[in-house]
Every structure is written in structure tokens, then in C-alpha cells.
């Protein structure tokens, strides 16, 4: 057998298309869109070698036309999870066993078809399912999760080639072996590169994987494996089930070969999954790995030396793309007195010329929350505000259901900087604002970086440079990407790892190393050439 120390191709971030009138990518994608809504599909389980059906459909609809079905996907129960558990261990053997560049190979062939042949397919998916629009979709479902793709097939050659020094006569190794056991990915409904991401940074390293996703991204999951597929990911390396949480985690958290989790959604779920893999300890075989990316309360911070113009673009922009649901989004900002009313006009001036409506209108840049409860809760935060003394709504304010889940761009103004949306995740397009005396800068970063759980994002604004030293210090545990003069959100695979701490997770930066290096454990050898054949040393010789 043939064998050398390979080099992968270098990877580069993934360009993002335009869309712009008239662009070849545009008429793909509509095309995409117009194919994908003439349809109803019935989307089936993975597991194993299977694609398994059940008796339990559920419609899957666009949050933005709820009442048009894009078609069911299958419904299990803890049966399928047990059954997803055995394919998983069945195929880790011969997995684990492969050449690490076949491994390589199949990862970034799945990164070619996603920026070539299915491009356009599983962009449509996420704007249907997920009511992305088209730059949404492209930076996510196209360009991040190719970016994932390929980066970490370079941080995985980076891992192995990690080796330790010898003393003469010996030869230290080390090898990087998956965790023993399956690993289980628990995804999110905002992004298909993260639901894409947590079960193959895993399964790229060796082990094989039980996938979950949120039931609202289902549609584009379903692609997603599409893709596993004809990359060529071997059967029972990823198994995709869907099933309630608490199906999921009575089976996978009581069993013997659990071996890690990797996880983005909220921090109440997480603190209650670790909690349960605590009580659990003494079931497992080795201590699980916990991975973990939660919310966020994420900020812009304003110094007076700012141009307003800048902040009012960043808080149009971070706050309201997607609907505000990304646990980036900018949900809080602290506005010196001087640039108040500037920055006001100037944002009320933006949304002002916001379109909202269905994803399939290229000119909308707000679409649809993600489902009904996420509304209710949204307008519940809404309502509350109008109703608060201390509360003022600046703009927007409106939502209605009745074709969508459409939720107005909403900015709030409040004299308390202690009110409940400058403190909880509310996880729509909702921004609350509070202006404070422009010579208290220090006093008003202390208050920010007390105020919440949270320490995922959050930006500084400032053309003094002390100012920014300042912040830059002061906010050091406050958010785990920290931005100078720019949004807190749009972390690009391989320039900005991802993550936070404190409320917001174990900050193992989803884009980096140190995210693949949580799903392998380390074995040392050493290896003696001519060993001793005497136990006396020179110490215990007669003088």
C-alpha cells in the first residue's frame, strides 16, 4: 500500500454571489425556488443504510406562507434513535479505520457540489424553509458551510501533524483517535452551515454520528444528507432522525457509548443536557465531551467620538438581518447623548425603506420569523414594551400572521437600562436602545458588561483610539468575537472562530482547530530502541 505525508488543497474563503438583475446565479436560483414550491416531498430518517418512513407526517410549510405545504418529513421515536445508535457503532469501526485523506476526500468533494451542482438547491431550501433571503442564504447555506468544509479538512492535517520531540534512543508519537463511542449533534433552525457543520467537524475527525436537527430545518437537512451522500459518506457515519428532544435525550444520555455532544440552540436546553449528563456520569465509558453554543444578548457599544452614520448602518444591519435570529444578532445599544438624535434619524430613515414579504421577492430585505411560537414570544416582548412607562418605540412595533410570521423591524428606546429586553434573548428583529450621558463612557461599559448572562458578540464604536483601547479591555469576557467599529455579527469561517462564554457556551470556536480537537483524544507512544537490560543506574555505584 501506497502511502506519504499528503498536503490538502489550501483552503480559501468561498466567494459570495450577487444575485444581482440579470446574474446567471439568479435565474439558478429561482429556477431552484419556482421547482421547489411545485412540489410536495416526503423527507425520510437516515439511519443506517435505510431512508425510513413512518406513519407520523409532518408538514413542512415556508414561515412566510404557512398555509402552502413544501411537503412531510417522518416523524420517530425512541426505536429510531436506538436504531441510529447501533448504525453509528456498527460503522465506527471501518470509519475510524480509514485513511484520514479518504476521510479528507469525501468532505471536500461534499464542498465542491455544494458550491457547484447544488448550489442553487440548498440556497432555495433555506429560503423556503428557513424564509432566508438570497444574500442570507448564499453567505449561510452556500459560502459558510463550504467554507467549514474546507477549512477544517486543513485543521485536521494541522491536528495530526502536531508531534512531540525524541530523545536520542527513543521515538515519541502521537495519534489522534475519535472518542470512543458515538457523538451526538443537536442543530439549530438559523443556519444550515451550523446544522451542516456539528455533525461533520465530528465525523471528519473519525467518529460517526447521531444527527437531530431543529424540526424547522428539516427541509434543507434533508439536502444537506443529499450532499453526504453523493460525496460518498459511508452508511451509518451520519444517521439523521427526527424526534422530540426528550425522545433524544432519554435514549442517547442513558447510554453506555455515549460519547460527546455538539450543540447549538438555546442556553436553557444546554444547562439542562449538561445537568442530565452529570446525573448520568457514572453510565458512560469515558467522560462525554460537551460542546456547546448558546445564546446571546449581544451588543454596540457607542463611544461620542463615533460617526453616526456608521452606528445607525451597524444597528440596521445587525440587528435586523434575518429577522434578527441569529444569536449574533445586535439586541442592545448603549448610544452616547451627543449622537442620540442622529443616529436615531438616521436608522428610523433605514427601515423606513425596509421591504418585508416572502423570500421569493428578490427585492424584501426582512422576511418571516421562523414559526408561530417564535412569534407569539416576539410579539409578547413587543407588547410589553408598548405597555411599559419606561418604553418607547421608536419604530416599528407591528406584526401580523394571518399569511406569515411577519414581525415589523422594531427599535425601542427605554430609560432603564435594567428593562427586561435589554437583558433576556428575545431572538427577533427587536433592538432596544438606551442613551446615556456621553461623558459617562466607563460607568456605561460597567453596566453593560453586568447586565446580562450572555458573552457571545459585541461591538465597540469609536474614533478615539484610547476609547477603543478602553472598551476593547474593559469588555474583555463580555462577548467571545468582539468587533471594532463594525456589526457583531457575519464571522467568516477561517478569520473570525465563533463562539462565546459565559451564558453563550464553552467557546470552542465552531471555524478554528480548536473545535476538532474536542473530537479526538490524544494517545502517546514511545517507543524505546534499545532498551536497558540492567535496572541499576550510575547513582547507585560504590565510590
Known amino acids: 500500500m501506497a502511502t506519504g505525508f499528503f498536503n490538502v488543497p489550501t483552503p480559501t474563503n468561498e466567494p ?16 431552484a425556488l419556482a421547482a421547489a414550491r411545485a412540489k410536495e416531498i416526503d423527507v425520510p430518517m437516515y439511519i443506517g443504510g ?15 406562507d404557512h398555509q402552502h405545504i413544501l411537503g412531510h418529513y417522518n416523524e420517530g421515536g425512541s426505536e429510531h434513535v436506538a436504531a441510529a445508535i447501533d448504525a453509528a457503532m456498527a460503522a465506527k469501526s471501518a470509519w475510524a479505520d480509514l485513511g484520514w485523506e479518504h476521510r479528507a476526500s469525501i468532505f471536500l468533494k461534499a464542498a465542491e457540489l455544494l458550491a457547484g451542482p447544488y448550489r442553487a438547491k440548498i440556497n432555495a431550501a433555506t429560503m423556503l424553509g428557513q424564509s432566508k433571503n438570497a444574500f442570507q442564504a448564499e453567505i449561510d447555506a452556500a459560502c459558510e458551510f463550504i467554507d467549514f468544509l474546507r477549512f477544517n479538512v486543513q485543521y485536521m492535517t494541522e491536528i495530526y501533524a502536531q508531534q512531540p520531540n525524541s530523545a536520542p534512543g527513543i521515538w515519541n508519537r502521537v495519534e489522534q483517535r475519535p472518542l470512543e463511542g458515538f457523538v451526538f449533534a443537536l442543530t439549530p433552525f438559523n443556519f444550515t452551515a451550523i446544522a451542516g457543520n456539528l455533525p461533520t467537524s465530528a465525523a471528519m475527525m473519525g467518529n460517526t454520528i447521531v444527527w437531530k436537527p431543529s424540526n424547522t430545518q428539516i427541509y434543507s437537512a434533508n439536502v444537506l444528507m443529499e450532499v453526504f451522500q453523493e460525496a460518498g459518506v459511508p452508511d451509518g457515519v451520519i444517521n439523521l432522525v427526527y424526534v422530540s428532544g426528550p425522545t433524544a435525550g432519554d435514549v442517547i444520555f442513558n447510554h453506555a457509548d455515549f460519547g460527546g455532544i455538539h450543540f447549538t440552540g438555546s442556553t436553557g436546553v444546554f444547562q439542562h443536557i449538561w445537568k442530565t449528563i452529570g446525573e448520568n456520569i457514572y453510565k458512560y465509558k469515558s467522560y462525554p465531551r460537551i460542546v456547546g453554543e448558546t445564546g446571546g444578548k449581544d451588543f454596540i457599544m457607542v463611544h461620542k467620538s463615533s460617526d453616526a452614520k456608521e452606528v445607525a448602518t451597524a444597528i440596521s444591519r445587525g440587528a435586523f438581518e434575518y429577522q434578527g435570529q441569529k444569536c449574533s444578532a445586535a439586541s442592545r445599544a448603549y448610544i452616547p447623548s451627543n449622537l442620540w438624535d442622529d443616529v436615531k434619524d438616521y436608522v428610523v430613515a433605514d427601515l423606513a425603506t425596509f421591504k418585508m414579504g416572502p423570500t421569493e421577492d428578490f427585492g424584501n430585505f426582512i422576511n418571516a420569523v421562523i414559526d408561530e411560537k417564535s412569534f407569539d414570544n416576539i410579539a409578547a416582548y413587543i407588547d410589553g414594551a408598548k405597555a411599559s412607562p419606561d418604553v418607547e418605540v421608536i419604530a416599528g412595533g407591528n406584526y401580523d400572521k394571518s399569511k406569515g410570521y411577519f414581525v415589523e423591524p422594531t427599535v425601542l428606546l427605554t430609560k432603564d437600562p435594567k428593562y427586561t429586553t435589554m437583558c433576556e434573548e428575545i431572538f427577533g428583529p427587536v433592538i432596544t436602545i438606551y442613551v446615556y450621558d456621553e461623558n459617562e463612557f466607563e460607568a456605561t461599559m460597567e453596566l453593560l458588561d453586568s447586565t446580562s448572562p450572555y458573552a457571545l458578540t459585541g461591538s465597540i464604536f469609536g474614533r478615539d483610539r484610547y476609547a477603543v483601547e478602553q ?47 474536542r473530537w479526538v483524544s490524544p494517545r502517546t507512544i514511545k517507543e524505546t530502541f534499545v532498551p536497558p537490560k540492567d535496572y541499576r543506574y550510575p547513582f547507585l555505584g560504590e565510590d
Open 16 to 31: 459570495v454571489l450577487s444575485y444581482a438583475p440579470g446574474s446567471k446565479e439568479r435565474e439558478e436560483l429561482k429556477a
Open 50 to 64: 435505510e431512508r425510513v418512513t413512518t406513519d407520523n407526517k409532518k408538514p413542512m410549510s415556508p414561515p412566510h
Open 471 to 517: 472598551a476593547t479591555k474593559t469588555l474583555q469576557n463580555a462577548a467571545g468575537n468582539f468587533y471594532i467599529n463594525d456589526k457583531p455579527t457575519g464571522a467568516v469561517v477561517g478569520q473570525q472562530p465563533f463562539g462565546g462564554a459565559r451564558g453563550s457556551g464553552t467557546n470552542d470556536k465552531a471555524g478554528s482547530m480548536i473545535n476538532l480537537l
